[in-house]
């Protein structure tokens, strides 16, 4: 069993910086994907970042440039650097870790953490 536990959300104003935490419990795997969603209410949950066990990244349209994601293997955890923050960033940020199986996938997810950004 995968427990996922984020930290790091808060209230920022425009133009600010927030990081945020991950700590993965449980068998982790080499080839497991950690990443970050965000949702909004009423909208679906998007894919933010996404960073493989060897270091390869991937960063939707809209964050390119202003958010990095990195990874932590011997401690299990994922950061998300977010600079320049715009109110349109402003959602529920999801901690995930996808995993491809023999015959199906998984997909882990913690509580979520709220950012606010406001303008």
């Known amino acids: 069993q995968v427990q996922l536990v984020e930290s790091g959300g808060g209230l920022v104003q425009a133009g600010g910086s927030l990081r945020l935490s991950c700590v993965a419990s449980g068998i982790i795997l080499g080839s497991d994907v950690m990443g970050w969603y965000r949702q909004v209410p009423g909208k679906q949950r998007e894919l933010v970042s996404s960073i493989t066990s060897g270091g390869g990244t991937n960063y939707a349209d809209s964050v390119k440039g202003r958010f990095t994601i990195s990874r932590d293997n011997a401690k299990s955890t994922v950061y998300l650097q977010m600079n320049s923050l715009k109110p349109e960033d402003t959602a529920v940020y999801y901690c995930?870790?996808?995993?491809?199986?023999?015959?199906?996938?998984?997909?882990?997810w913690g509580q979520g953490t709220q950012v606010t950004v406001s303008s």
């Open positions: 995930n870790i996808f995993r491809r199986g023999a015959t199906r996938n998984y997909d882990y």
